[in-house]
């Protein structure tokens, strides 16, 4: 399995706090992704890394923001949080050429009460 | 348009039917593609990766490329019920970096 651990699993937490996501690898990948997965939507990209200190928005990145700043950690932070963005994260890592695979983190269930 | 779009299913095939699932992509110049499976609750997982156009077979799975019509496809040969998961065609588009967009996935129940 690809070294790539997602933390925490699981978190339920209120309305409007912030939350942070951690995503931790030991490949050395280049890239790094965050995607919520919803039931009908299939995995959409928030925001994902093509180096350190280097982010780029994905196409549902509204109320979310990261940082890289170590190659292996990337952080996904929910500034305050909503119910809307209950669901279930994951991390992906790839490597830096066009012809490569993403790897998978095990998710995050995130309930928003 | 969705830049990767799949037809949601869900697809039930009997057990050792062909499972055919198709994808199509909106950017012309993508050149990697990919197709993942999913179980219930797990992370997805690697299945095939097509880069020239044609088919590629590996096993009991075919992935075919059609670049001119942006259409990939995967083939499920002698279907299992181990076959029963959501199949997500995935594509590596270059906009600075590069993104890997995936699709909303199919969902195949393999019936024994």
């Known amino acids: 399995d690809a070294g790539i651990t997602q933390s925490p699993r699981h978190k339920v937490t209120e309305t409007g706090t912030p939350v942070t996501l951690r995503c931790h690898q030991t490949?050395?990948?280049?890239?790094m992704y965050w995607y919520r997965q919803d039931p009908g939507h299939g995995l959409r990209l928030i925001h994902y890394s093509y180096g350190v200190k280097d982010t780029d928005k994905g196409e549902v990145s509204d109320g979310y923001s990261v940082s890289r700043s170590k190659t292996e950690d990337f952080l996904l932070t929910l500034e305050s949080a909503t119910s809307s963005q209950t669901s279930v994260y994951f991390c992906?890592?790839?490597?830096?050429?066009?012809?490569?695979?993403?790897?998978f983190g095990q998710g995050t269930r995130l309930t928003v009460v | 348009q969705k830049e990767v779009e799949q037809n949601s299913g869900p697809l039930s095939v009997p057990e050792g039917a062909i499972a055919s699932l198709n994808c199509t992509y909106s950017d012309r110049v993508s050149q990697s593609f990919f197709w993942y499976r999913q179980y219930s609750g797990k992370s997805p997982e690697l299945i095939m990766s097509i880069y020239s156009n044609g088919d590629k077979e590996d096993g009991r799975f075919t992935a075919q490329l059609n670049k001119a019509s942006q259409y990939v496809s995967l083939l499920i040969r002698d279907s299992q019920p181990s076959d029963s998961a959501t199949y997500l065609c995935a594509v590596n588009r270059r906009t600075g970096g590069f993104k890997t967009i995936f699709g909303a996935g199919t969902r195949l129940f393999v019936k024994a």
């Open positions: 992906a890592i790839r490597e830096g050429t066009e012809l490569t695979e993403a790897f």
């Open positions: 490949e050395n990948h280049r890239y």
